[in-house]
């Protein structure tokens, strides 16, 4: 599946250093096309997937939707975890601290912060074994 996402924000400068931080945690690359009201990131429209952040096309105020989120795959929990800590790092709040859940499956190690703008983020890592990475 090929696909991009878009979220709004409301100062461009401020969520290109929160996305910089996050994405380079991802090694996920500043794609082509960047201009004065967009960025993104992620690999070639061709071969993959992109994420961008704009300024609303409507004029109006961009805000995050409520049960709205975007969540980015990794190889491990450590990963997680460096996400999380750069997007507080870089303006974000949290939303979930890293770790497991009850509700979910016992090896599905998770983490969720929202953007400077509000826009709800997750990274997980499926496969944790706790004995194998006990955490920072």
């Given at each position: 599946?090929?696909?991009?996402?878009?979220?709004?924000?409301?100062?461009?400068?401020?969520?290109?250093?929160?996305?910089?931080?996050?994405?380079?945690?991802?090694?996920?690359?500043?794609?082509?096309?960047?201009?004065?009201?967009?960025?993104?990131?992620?690999?070639?429209?061709?071969?993959?997937?992109?994420?961008w952040i704009c300024t609303p096309f409507d004029?109006?105020?961009?805000?995050?939707?409520?049960?709205?989120?975007?969540?980015?795959?990794?190889?491990?929990?450590?990963?997680?975890?460096?996400?999380?800590?750069?997007?507080?790092?870089?303006?974000?709040?949290?939303?979930?601290?890293?770790?497991?859940?009850?509700?979910?499956?016992?090896?599905?190690?998770?983490?969720?912060?929202?953007?400077?703008?509000?826009?709800?983020?997750?990274?997980?890592?499926?496969?944790?074994?706790?004995?194998?990475?006990?955490?920072?």
């Open positions: 599946m090929r696909l991009y996402a878009t979220y709004g924000t409301n100062d461009l400068s401020r969520a290109i250093k929160f996305y910089n931080a996050i994405f380079s945690v991802l090694e996920l690359p500043r794609l082509p096309g960047w201009t004065k009201d967009r960025a993104g990131w992620g690999t070639e429209p061709d071969d993959g997937t992109g994420f004029g109006n105020p961009a805000n995050g939707g409520n049960g709205t989120m975007i969540a980015f795959p990794t190889q491990s929990a450590a990963t997680v975890r460096k996400f999380y800590a750069a997007g507080l790092a870089h303006g974000g709040t949290d939303a979930g601290a890293p770790g497991t859940r009850d509700y979910y499956a016992p090896d599905f190690y998770v983490t969720y912060l929202r953007d400077p703008d509000g826009n709800k983020l997750s990274c997980f890592h499926y496969h944790y074994d706790p004995a194998r990475d006990p955490g920072d």
